[in-house]
Protein backbone atom coordinates (compact mmCIF):
# COMPACT_ATOMS: atom_id res chain seq x y z
CA UNK A 1 0.00 0.00 0.00
CA UNK A 2 2.88 2.35 1.12
CA UNK A 3 4.41 2.27 -2.21
CA UNK A 4 1.69 2.85 -4.02
CA UNK A 5 0.97 5.89 -2.09
CA UNK A 6 4.14 7.06 -3.15
CA UNK A 7 3.34 6.54 -6.36
CA UNK A 8 0.10 8.36 -6.29
CA UNK A 9 1.46 11.42 -4.81
CA UNK A 10 4.63 11.37 -7.36
CA UNK A 11 1.92 11.15 -10.19
CA UNK A 12 0.30 14.15 -9.03
CA UNK A 13 3.41 16.32 -8.51
CA UNK A 14 3.94 15.48 -11.95
CA UNK A 15 0.89 16.33 -13.11
CA UNK A 16 1.10 19.65 -11.39
CA UNK A 17 4.88 20.18 -12.59
CA UNK A 18 3.73 19.54 -16.14
CA UNK A 19 0.71 22.10 -15.90
CA UNK A 20 2.54 24.65 -14.54
CA UNK A 21 5.49 24.32 -17.28
CA UNK A 22 2.40 24.32 -20.35
CA UNK A 23 0.92 27.36 -18.61
CA UNK A 24 4.71 28.93 -18.94
CA UNK A 25 5.27 27.72 -22.21
CA UNK A 26 1.86 28.85 -23.53
CA UNK A 27 2.81 32.20 -22.02
CA UNK A 28 6.12 32.71 -23.40
CA UNK A 29 4.19 31.66 -26.60
CA UNK A 30 1.61 34.07 -26.17
CA UNK A 31 4.20 36.44 -25.80
CA UNK A 32 6.33 36.03 -28.58
CA UNK A 33 3.10 35.83 -30.74
CA UNK A 34 2.04 39.58 -29.58
CA UNK A 35 5.39 40.83 -29.66
CA UNK A 36 5.56 39.15 -33.58
CA UNK A 37 2.20 40.84 -34.08
CA UNK A 38 3.45 44.79 -33.58
CA UNK A 39 6.69 43.65 -35.51
CA UNK A 40 4.59 42.99 -38.68
CA UNK A 41 2.83 45.97 -38.38
CA UNK A 42 6.03 48.18 -39.38
CA UNK A 43 5.98 50.20 -42.63
CA UNK A 44 7.66 47.60 -44.81
CA UNK A 45 7.86 50.21 -47.72
CA UNK A 46 10.22 51.79 -45.01
CA UNK A 47 13.39 49.78 -44.78
CA UNK A 48 14.46 51.57 -41.16
CA UNK A 49 13.84 48.97 -38.24
CA UNK A 50 11.81 49.56 -35.73
CA UNK A 51 12.77 51.36 -32.00
CA UNK A 52 14.30 48.33 -29.58
CA UNK A 53 12.05 47.62 -26.59
CA UNK A 54 9.36 45.59 -25.38
CA UNK A 55 5.72 44.92 -26.35
CA UNK A 56 5.16 43.78 -22.99
CA UNK A 57 2.29 40.82 -22.53
CA UNK A 58 -1.03 40.46 -24.81
CA UNK A 59 -3.60 43.39 -24.72
CA UNK A 60 -2.11 44.89 -20.95
CA UNK A 61 1.76 45.62 -22.81
CA UNK A 62 3.55 47.06 -19.95
CA UNK A 63 0.92 49.80 -18.71
CA UNK A 64 1.57 47.49 -15.62
CA UNK A 65 5.27 48.28 -15.27
CA UNK A 66 4.54 51.90 -15.91
CA UNK A 67 2.24 52.37 -12.89
CA UNK A 68 4.48 51.02 -10.13
CA UNK A 69 7.64 51.89 -11.86
CA UNK A 70 6.78 55.14 -12.17
CA UNK A 71 9.43 57.88 -13.87
CA UNK A 72 11.69 54.87 -13.31
CA UNK A 73 10.15 53.12 -16.23
CA UNK A 74 11.32 55.32 -18.93
CA UNK A 75 14.64 56.64 -17.32
CA UNK A 76 15.32 52.24 -16.83
CA UNK A 77 14.23 51.40 -20.78
CA UNK A 78 16.22 55.10 -21.72
CA UNK A 79 19.54 53.82 -20.69
CA UNK A 80 18.63 50.51 -21.73
CA UNK A 81 17.26 51.04 -25.29
CA UNK A 82 18.32 54.87 -26.12
CA UNK A 83 16.78 57.73 -26.08
CA UNK A 84 14.25 56.22 -29.07
CA UNK A 85 12.13 53.04 -27.91
CA UNK A 86 8.77 51.55 -28.35
CA UNK A 87 6.51 50.41 -25.61
CA UNK A 88 3.16 49.54 -25.07
CA UNK A 89 0.92 51.28 -22.68
CA UNK A 90 -2.90 51.95 -22.20
CA UNK A 91 -3.85 49.49 -24.88
CA UNK A 92 -1.62 51.08 -27.74
CA UNK A 93 2.22 50.72 -29.12
CA UNK A 94 3.89 53.66 -28.25
CA UNK A 95 7.16 54.85 -29.23
CA UNK A 96 8.69 56.95 -26.34
CA UNK A 97 11.48 60.15 -27.20
CA UNK A 98 13.98 62.15 -25.65
CA UNK A 99 16.43 64.79 -27.31
CA UNK A 100 16.01 68.12 -28.53
CA UNK A 101 16.77 66.81 -31.94
CA UNK A 102 13.99 64.59 -31.92
CA UNK A 103 11.43 66.51 -29.84
CA UNK A 104 11.91 69.20 -32.47
CA UNK A 105 11.00 67.15 -35.46
CA UNK A 106 7.80 66.32 -33.41
CA UNK A 107 6.60 69.42 -32.14
CA UNK A 108 7.07 71.42 -35.79
CA UNK A 109 5.45 68.02 -37.27
CA UNK A 110 2.05 68.97 -36.10
CA UNK A 111 -0.21 68.99 -38.71
CA UNK A 112 1.92 66.93 -41.29
CA UNK A 113 4.16 64.39 -39.49
CA UNK A 114 2.17 63.84 -36.65
CA UNK A 115 -1.25 65.48 -34.78
CA UNK A 116 -2.45 65.86 -30.83
CA UNK A 117 -3.48 63.24 -28.71
CA UNK A 118 -5.53 62.90 -25.76
CA UNK A 119 -7.35 60.65 -23.62
CA UNK A 120 -10.97 60.04 -24.75
CA UNK A 121 -12.31 61.12 -21.49
CA UNK A 122 -10.54 64.41 -21.58
CA UNK A 123 -11.48 65.16 -25.11
CA UNK A 124 -15.62 64.42 -23.43
CA UNK A 125 -15.05 66.10 -20.73
CA UNK A 126 -13.53 69.41 -22.36
CA UNK A 127 -15.97 69.15 -25.55
CA UNK A 128 -15.40 69.45 -28.86
CA UNK A 129 -14.81 73.33 -29.09
CA UNK A 130 -11.92 73.56 -26.63
CA UNK A 131 -8.68 74.36 -28.31
CA UNK A 132 -7.02 71.12 -27.29
CA UNK A 133 -9.16 69.41 -29.14
CA UNK A 134 -8.96 71.53 -32.61
CA UNK A 135 -6.64 70.60 -35.48
CA UNK A 136 -5.95 71.83 -38.57
CA UNK A 137 -7.53 74.99 -40.08
CA UNK A 138 -9.85 75.09 -36.76
CA UNK A 139 -7.06 74.70 -34.38
CA UNK A 140 -5.23 77.70 -36.41
CA UNK A 141 -7.77 79.84 -36.02
CA UNK A 142 -8.74 79.33 -32.85
CA UNK A 143 -5.23 80.15 -31.24
CA UNK A 144 -5.16 83.56 -32.99
CA UNK A 145 -8.80 84.15 -31.15
CA UNK A 146 -6.83 83.26 -27.92
CA UNK A 147 -4.03 84.92 -28.68
CA UNK A 148 -5.15 88.32 -28.08
CA UNK A 149 -6.16 87.07 -24.42
CA UNK A 150 -2.57 86.56 -23.59
CA UNK A 151 -1.06 89.71 -25.82
CA UNK A 152 1.19 91.95 -23.96
CA UNK A 153 -1.94 94.75 -23.55
CA UNK A 154 -4.01 91.90 -21.71
CA UNK A 155 -1.25 90.69 -19.87
CA UNK A 156 -0.55 94.07 -18.73
CA UNK A 157 -4.30 94.97 -17.84
CA UNK A 158 -4.30 91.35 -16.10
CA UNK A 159 -1.35 92.24 -14.13
CA UNK A 160 -3.17 94.34 -10.76
CA UNK A 161 -6.05 91.75 -10.09
CA UNK A 162 -3.49 89.02 -10.38
CA UNK A 163 -1.05 90.84 -7.89
CA UNK A 164 -4.04 91.41 -5.82
CA UNK A 165 -5.24 88.25 -5.58
CA UNK A 166 -1.59 86.78 -5.04
CA UNK A 167 -1.82 89.83 -1.90
CA UNK A 168 -4.72 87.63 -0.32
CA UNK A 169 -3.68 84.93 -0.89
CA UNK A 170 -0.39 85.31 0.56
CA UNK A 171 -2.14 87.05 3.81
CA UNK A 172 -3.91 83.71 4.51
CA UNK A 173 -0.74 81.62 4.62
CA UNK A 174 1.27 84.23 7.06
CA UNK A 175 -1.81 84.32 9.39
CA UNK A 176 -2.48 80.29 9.41
CA UNK A 177 -1.56 79.31 12.76
CA UNK A 178 -0.64 75.35 11.47
CA UNK A 179 1.35 74.76 8.16
CA UNK A 180 0.01 75.29 4.81
CA UNK A 181 0.24 72.30 2.79
CA UNK A 182 1.60 74.39 -0.40
CA UNK A 183 0.24 72.39 -3.29
CA UNK A 184 -3.31 72.94 -1.78
CA UNK A 185 -2.85 76.12 -1.50
CA UNK A 186 -1.55 76.62 -4.95
CA UNK A 187 -4.41 75.21 -6.54
CA UNK A 188 -6.62 77.19 -4.85
CA UNK A 189 -4.32 80.16 -5.75
CA UNK A 190 -4.37 79.52 -9.46
CA UNK A 191 -8.58 78.87 -9.51
CA UNK A 192 -8.69 82.08 -8.06
CA UNK A 193 -6.50 83.41 -10.67
CA UNK A 194 -8.33 81.97 -13.33
CA UNK A 195 -11.90 83.39 -12.08
CA UNK A 196 -11.34 86.87 -10.69
CA UNK A 197 -8.50 87.87 -13.54
CA UNK A 198 -9.34 85.85 -16.84
CA UNK A 199 -13.03 85.64 -16.38
CA UNK A 200 -13.32 88.74 -14.15
CA UNK A 201 -15.57 87.20 -11.35
CA UNK A 202 -15.86 88.82 -8.60
CA UNK A 203 -18.13 86.11 -6.51
CA UNK A 204 -18.79 85.40 -2.95
CA UNK A 205 -16.32 83.31 -0.91
CA UNK A 206 -18.36 80.58 -0.74
CA UNK A 207 -19.22 80.34 -4.51
CA UNK A 208 -15.40 80.40 -5.74
CA UNK A 209 -14.83 77.39 -2.75
CA UNK A 210 -18.12 75.51 -4.39
CA UNK A 211 -17.06 75.91 -8.18
CA UNK A 212 -13.50 75.24 -7.17
CA UNK A 213 -13.99 72.39 -5.55
CA UNK A 214 -16.31 70.85 -8.66
CA UNK A 215 -13.88 72.13 -10.89
CA UNK A 216 -11.42 69.79 -8.69
CA UNK A 217 -13.79 67.00 -9.32
CA UNK A 218 -13.97 67.55 -13.33
CA UNK A 219 -9.62 67.62 -12.95
CA UNK A 220 -9.56 64.35 -10.72
CA UNK A 221 -11.44 62.57 -13.47
CA UNK A 222 -10.20 63.87 -16.96
CA UNK A 223 -7.72 60.54 -16.87
CA UNK A 224 -10.14 58.20 -16.56
CA UNK A 225 -11.47 55.03 -18.70
CA UNK A 226 -13.61 56.13 -21.54
CA UNK A 227 -16.61 54.17 -19.41
CA UNK A 228 -19.86 56.37 -19.36
CA UNK A 229 -21.83 54.55 -16.51
CA UNK A 230 -22.82 55.88 -13.40
CA UNK A 231 -20.45 55.70 -10.74
CA UNK A 232 -17.83 56.00 -13.38
CA UNK A 233 -14.79 58.46 -13.61
CA UNK A 234 -16.10 60.00 -16.80
CA UNK A 235 -20.01 60.26 -15.53
CA UNK A 236 -17.93 62.10 -12.68
CA UNK A 237 -16.36 64.60 -15.06
CA UNK A 238 -19.19 65.39 -16.98
CA UNK A 239 -21.41 65.98 -14.37
CA UNK A 240 -18.83 68.40 -13.24
CA UNK A 241 -18.68 70.34 -16.44
CA UNK A 242 -22.74 70.30 -16.86
CA UNK A 243 -22.52 71.94 -13.44
CA UNK A 244 -19.68 74.50 -14.25
CA UNK A 245 -21.30 75.14 -17.50
CA UNK A 246 -24.25 76.06 -16.05
CA UNK A 247 -23.14 78.76 -13.86
CA UNK A 248 -20.92 80.03 -16.87
CA UNK A 249 -23.90 80.36 -19.25
CA UNK A 250 -25.76 82.89 -16.62
CA UNK A 251 -22.28 84.88 -16.31
CA UNK A 252 -21.75 84.89 -20.21
CA UNK A 253 -24.86 86.26 -20.90
CA UNK A 254 -24.55 89.12 -18.63
CA UNK A 255 -21.46 89.47 -19.87
CA UNK A 256 -22.81 90.03 -23.50
CA UNK A 257 -24.47 92.95 -21.99
CA UNK A 258 -22.30 94.42 -20.58
CA UNK A 259 -19.80 93.93 -23.80
CA UNK A 260 -22.74 95.62 -25.52
CA UNK A 261 -23.10 98.05 -23.42
CA UNK A 262 -19.60 99.63 -23.82
CA UNK A 263 -18.27 99.92 -20.47
CA UNK A 264 -14.44 100.09 -19.97
CA UNK A 265 -13.86 96.86 -18.15
CA UNK A 266 -11.23 94.29 -19.97
CA UNK A 267 -10.67 90.37 -19.21
CA UNK A 268 -10.33 87.56 -21.03
CA UNK A 269 -13.36 87.14 -22.22
CA UNK A 270 -13.26 90.92 -23.64
CA UNK A 271 -10.45 90.35 -25.20
CA UNK A 272 -11.77 86.64 -27.17
CA UNK A 273 -14.76 88.32 -27.94
CA UNK A 274 -12.70 91.52 -29.67
CA UNK A 275 -10.38 89.41 -31.41
CA UNK A 276 -12.80 86.65 -32.96
CA UNK A 277 -15.10 89.74 -34.06
CA UNK A 278 -12.15 90.86 -35.92
CA UNK A 279 -11.13 87.45 -37.53
CA UNK A 280 -15.06 87.36 -38.53
CA UNK A 281 -15.53 84.41 -36.23
CA UNK A 282 -18.94 84.34 -34.32
CA UNK A 283 -18.52 82.41 -30.86
CA UNK A 284 -21.45 80.41 -29.89
CA UNK A 285 -22.62 80.40 -25.65
CA UNK A 286 -21.24 76.55 -26.23
CA UNK A 287 -18.08 77.70 -27.22
CA UNK A 288 -18.20 80.28 -24.70
CA UNK A 289 -19.02 77.99 -21.73
CA UNK A 290 -16.40 75.71 -23.24
CA UNK A 291 -13.94 78.13 -23.53
CA UNK A 292 -14.23 79.72 -20.10
CA UNK A 293 -13.42 76.10 -18.56
CA UNK A 294 -10.60 75.62 -20.76
CA UNK A 295 -9.06 78.88 -19.54
CA UNK A 296 -9.45 77.35 -15.86
CA UNK A 297 -7.75 74.18 -16.87
CA UNK A 298 -4.97 75.86 -18.75
CA UNK A 299 -4.10 78.44 -15.76
CA UNK A 300 -5.06 75.99 -12.91
CA UNK A 301 -2.92 72.59 -12.61
CA UNK A 302 0.35 73.22 -14.24
CA UNK A 303 1.05 76.86 -12.36
CA UNK A 304 0.06 75.67 -9.35
CA UNK A 305 2.78 73.10 -9.83
CA UNK A 306 4.78 75.36 -10.89
CA UNK A 307 4.05 77.68 -7.93
CA UNK A 308 4.39 74.50 -5.58
CA UNK A 309 8.20 73.74 -7.15
CA UNK A 310 9.28 77.41 -7.06
CA UNK A 311 8.36 77.65 -3.33
CA UNK A 312 10.30 74.03 -2.36
CA UNK A 313 13.06 75.51 -4.72
CA UNK A 314 13.55 78.85 -2.77
CA UNK A 315 13.41 76.46 0.66
CA UNK A 316 15.97 74.41 -0.65
CA UNK A 317 18.10 77.36 -1.68
CA UNK A 318 18.14 79.89 0.43
CA UNK A 319 21.47 81.43 -0.88
CA UNK A 320 19.14 82.27 -4.23
CA UNK A 321 16.45 84.07 -1.85
CA UNK A 322 19.16 85.95 -0.77
CA UNK A 323 20.19 87.28 -4.20
CA UNK A 324 16.34 88.02 -5.41
CA UNK A 325 16.10 90.37 -1.80
CA UNK A 326 19.50 91.98 -2.98
CA UNK A 327 17.87 92.56 -6.62
CA UNK A 328 14.36 93.40 -5.00
CA UNK A 329 16.18 95.83 -3.24
CA UNK A 330 17.85 97.41 -6.02
CA UNK A 331 14.72 97.55 -8.32
CA UNK A 332 12.89 99.34 -5.36
CA UNK A 333 11.03 96.65 -4.50
CA UNK A 334 12.22 95.79 -0.99
CA UNK A 335 10.61 98.85 0.50
CA UNK A 336 8.67 99.26 3.69
CA UNK A 337 4.90 100.32 2.88
CA UNK A 338 3.86 103.39 2.59
CA UNK A 339 6.09 104.74 0.12
CA UNK A 340 4.70 106.97 -2.35
CA UNK A 341 4.04 104.47 -5.68
CA UNK A 342 1.20 105.55 -7.90
CA UNK A 343 1.44 101.98 -9.57
CA UNK A 344 0.54 100.56 -6.17
CA UNK A 345 -2.20 103.03 -6.28
CA UNK A 346 -3.50 102.29 -9.33
CA UNK A 347 -3.19 98.17 -8.29
CA UNK A 348 -5.38 99.18 -5.07
CA UNK A 349 -7.09 101.84 -6.09
CA UNK A 350 -8.30 105.02 -4.60
CA UNK A 351 -11.64 104.13 -3.73
CA UNK A 352 -13.71 100.40 -3.87
CA UNK A 353 -15.13 98.83 -6.54
CA UNK A 354 -18.76 98.05 -6.03
CA UNK A 355 -19.94 93.77 -5.57
CA UNK A 356 -21.14 93.14 -8.99
CA UNK A 357 -20.14 90.17 -10.97
CA UNK A 358 -17.94 91.29 -13.10
CA UNK A 359 -15.90 93.32 -11.37
CA UNK A 360 -11.93 94.84 -10.98
CA UNK A 361 -10.15 94.12 -8.37
CA UNK A 362 -11.32 93.84 -4.80
CA UNK A 363 -9.64 94.37 -1.55
CA UNK A 364 -9.76 91.42 1.02
CA UNK A 365 -12.43 92.46 3.21
CA UNK A 366 -15.15 89.73 1.69
CA UNK A 367 -13.34 86.91 2.57
CA UNK A 368 -12.78 88.19 6.06
CA UNK A 369 -9.30 88.79 7.81
CA UNK A 370 -6.44 89.00 7.35
CA UNK A 371 -6.17 91.91 4.77
CA UNK A 372 -2.08 91.94 3.03
CA UNK A 373 0.26 93.40 5.00
CA UNK A 374 2.38 93.33 1.91
CA UNK A 375 4.07 96.51 0.88
CA UNK A 376 5.42 95.13 -2.78
CA UNK A 377 4.24 98.42 -4.48
CA UNK A 378 2.02 97.71 -7.57
CA UNK A 379 4.06 95.24 -10.38
CA UNK A 380 4.28 96.38 -14.15
CA UNK A 381 5.27 93.81 -16.82
CA UNK A 382 8.27 96.39 -17.79
CA UNK A 383 9.32 96.57 -13.57
CA UNK A 384 8.68 92.58 -14.08
CA UNK A 385 11.30 92.41 -17.31
CA UNK A 386 14.27 94.22 -15.22
CA UNK A 387 13.94 91.78 -12.67
CA UNK A 388 16.82 89.58 -14.48
CA UNK A 389 17.71 87.19 -11.50
CA UNK A 390 14.19 86.35 -11.12
CA UNK A 391 13.26 85.21 -14.50
CA UNK A 392 16.69 83.60 -14.08
CA UNK A 393 15.39 81.62 -10.78
CA UNK A 394 11.50 80.97 -12.64
CA UNK A 395 13.19 79.09 -15.74
CA UNK A 396 15.32 77.28 -13.46
CA UNK A 397 12.58 75.82 -12.14
CA UNK A 398 10.56 74.88 -14.66
CA UNK A 399 13.61 73.42 -16.21
CA UNK A 400 14.27 71.37 -13.40
CA UNK A 401 10.78 70.09 -12.07
CA UNK A 402 8.60 70.90 -15.27
CA UNK A 403 4.99 70.83 -14.54
CA UNK A 404 4.28 68.66 -17.50
CA UNK A 405 6.77 65.90 -18.10
CA UNK A 406 5.81 65.09 -21.57
CA UNK A 407 3.41 64.95 -24.40
CA UNK A 408 1.61 62.51 -26.66
CA UNK A 409 1.04 62.57 -30.56
CA UNK A 410 -0.23 60.26 -33.12
CA UNK A 411 2.28 59.94 -36.29
CA UNK A 412 -0.11 60.73 -39.74
CA UNK A 413 2.48 59.03 -41.23
CA UNK A 414 5.71 57.17 -41.18
CA UNK A 415 8.96 59.00 -40.43
CA UNK A 416 12.40 58.62 -38.87
CA UNK A 417 14.01 59.01 -35.70
CA UNK A 418 17.38 58.44 -34.64
CA UNK A 419 17.27 55.99 -37.34
CA UNK A 420 14.39 54.21 -36.74
CA UNK A 421 10.94 54.22 -38.11
CA UNK A 422 7.59 55.80 -35.97
CA UNK A 423 4.88 53.64 -38.49
CA UNK A 424 1.90 55.76 -39.25
CA UNK A 425 -0.48 55.17 -36.76
CA UNK A 426 1.72 54.40 -33.61
CA UNK A 427 1.30 56.90 -30.34
CA UNK A 428 4.30 59.37 -29.96
CA UNK A 429 5.16 60.49 -26.21
CA UNK A 430 7.76 62.45 -26.19
CA UNK A 431 9.54 63.81 -23.16
CA UNK A 432 10.34 67.17 -21.90
CA UNK A 433 11.40 66.27 -18.10
CA UNK A 434 14.04 63.21 -19.45
CA UNK A 435 15.19 65.85 -22.33
CA UNK A 436 16.03 68.77 -19.47
CA UNK A 437 17.49 66.54 -17.74
CA UNK A 438 19.75 64.76 -20.11
CA UNK A 439 20.40 67.74 -22.97
CA UNK A 440 23.90 68.02 -23.26
CA UNK A 441 23.21 72.56 -23.18
CA UNK A 442 22.94 71.75 -19.53
CA UNK A 443 26.63 71.44 -17.38
CA UNK A 444 25.40 69.47 -14.16
CA UNK A 445 21.54 69.44 -15.02
CA UNK A 446 20.76 67.55 -11.68
CA UNK A 447 21.72 70.79 -9.93
CA UNK A 448 19.68 73.74 -9.11
CA UNK A 449 21.34 76.55 -10.74
CA UNK A 450 19.37 79.82 -11.85
CA UNK A 451 23.09 81.57 -13.34
CA UNK A 452 22.77 78.93 -16.60
CA UNK A 453 19.93 81.25 -17.53
CA UNK A 454 22.24 84.24 -17.23
CA UNK A 455 23.53 86.63 -19.66
CA UNK A 456 27.13 84.89 -19.34
CA UNK A 457 26.19 81.32 -20.09
CA UNK A 458 22.09 81.14 -21.19
CA UNK A 459 22.60 77.44 -21.43
CA UNK A 460 19.18 77.11 -23.22
CA UNK A 461 20.57 79.36 -26.68
CA UNK A 462 23.03 76.09 -27.55
CA UNK A 463 20.01 74.28 -28.55
CA UNK A 464 16.35 75.66 -28.75
CA UNK A 465 14.71 72.33 -28.16
CA UNK A 466 16.98 71.58 -24.67
CA UNK A 467 14.20 73.50 -23.28
CA UNK A 468 10.71 72.83 -23.59
CA UNK A 469 8.33 73.63 -20.53
CA UNK A 470 5.76 74.81 -22.38
CA UNK A 471 5.96 72.81 -25.33
CA UNK A 472 6.90 74.49 -28.90
CA UNK A 473 5.61 74.87 -32.52
CA UNK A 474 2.03 75.40 -32.84
CA UNK A 475 1.00 73.33 -29.99
CA UNK A 476 3.03 75.28 -27.53
CA UNK A 477 1.44 76.56 -24.41
CA UNK A 478 -0.35 79.68 -25.38
CA UNK A 479 -0.57 81.02 -21.70
CA UNK A 480 2.61 80.80 -21.23
CA UNK A 481 3.52 84.54 -20.84
CA UNK A 482 0.82 84.92 -17.95
CA UNK A 483 2.51 81.83 -16.08
CA UNK A 484 5.63 83.17 -16.35
CA UNK A 485 3.84 86.33 -15.02
CA UNK A 486 2.64 84.54 -11.93
CA UNK A 487 5.48 82.75 -10.61
CA UNK A 488 7.55 85.65 -11.38
CA UNK A 489 5.12 87.96 -9.08
CA UNK A 490 4.21 85.45 -6.41
CA UNK A 491 8.26 84.87 -6.38
CA UNK A 492 8.75 88.70 -5.79
CA UNK A 493 5.76 88.86 -3.25
CA UNK A 494 7.05 85.93 -0.95
CA UNK A 495 10.61 87.19 -1.33
CA UNK A 496 9.96 90.80 -0.42
CA UNK A 497 7.48 90.49 2.34
CA UNK A 498 7.71 86.66 4.17
CA UNK A 499 9.92 84.26 5.91
CA UNK A 500 9.35 80.59 6.06
CA UNK A 501 10.50 77.41 7.04
CA UNK A 502 9.67 73.81 6.35
CA UNK A 503 7.36 72.04 9.04
CA UNK A 504 8.27 68.55 8.11
CA UNK A 505 11.20 66.86 8.79
CA UNK A 506 12.46 65.97 5.92
CA UNK A 507 11.14 67.71 1.90
CA UNK A 508 8.58 65.65 0.07
CA UNK A 509 9.32 62.91 -3.01
CA UNK A 510 7.85 64.75 -6.23
CA UNK A 511 5.86 62.30 -8.03
CA UNK A 512 5.41 63.50 -11.91
CA UNK A 513 2.57 61.98 -13.39
CA UNK A 514 0.15 63.51 -14.17
CA UNK A 515 1.84 66.76 -13.33
CA UNK A 516 4.78 67.47 -11.20
CA UNK A 517 3.46 67.27 -7.27
CA UNK A 518 4.24 66.94 -3.43
CA UNK A 519 3.49 63.07 -2.49
CA UNK A 520 2.74 63.57 0.44
CA UNK A 521 2.43 67.65 0.33
CA UNK A 522 4.48 70.26 1.03
CA UNK A 523 4.01 71.44 4.21
CA UNK A 524 5.59 75.22 5.21
CA UNK A 525 4.83 77.86 8.27
CA UNK A 526 4.50 81.21 6.63
CA UNK A 527 4.87 84.71 8.27
CA UNK A 528 5.19 88.07 7.36
CA UNK A 529 8.93 89.44 8.14
CA UNK A 530 7.19 91.96 10.14
CA UNK A 531 4.37 92.16 13.09
CA UNK A 532 1.04 93.02 11.29
Known amino acids: MFPLAQFGVL ?107 WPQSTRIILGP ?6 VGELHKRKRKVLAKVFSRAALQAYLPRLQRVIKCEVAKWCSRAGSVDVYVAAKSLTFRIAVRVLLGLHLEEERIVYLGQIFEQLMNNLFSLPVDAPLSGLRKGINARKILHEHMEKIIQEKMERQHAGDGYHDAFDYMLSSAKELGYELNIQEMKETAVELIFAAHSTTASASTSLVLQLLRHPAVVDRVKAELEAEGLGRESGDDDPAEKAESGAGVETRGSWDGPAPCEEDGPPRPASHVPGLTLDRLSQLRYVDCVVKEVLRLLPPVSGGYRTALQTFELDGFQVPKGWSVMYSIRDTHETAAAFHSPELFDPDRFGPELEESRASRFSYVPFGGGVRSCVGKELAQVILKTLAVELIATCRWSLATDTFPKMQTVPIVHPVSGLHVDFSYNRPL
Do not use: Y
Not at 129 to 134: A, D, P, Q, R
Open 11 to 117: SALATALASVVSALLLLVLTQQLWSLRWSLTRDKESSLPLPKGSMGWPLVGETFHWLFQGPNFHTLRREKHGNVFKTHLLGKPVIRVTGADNIRKILLGEHSLVCTQ
Open 129 to 134: NTLVNS
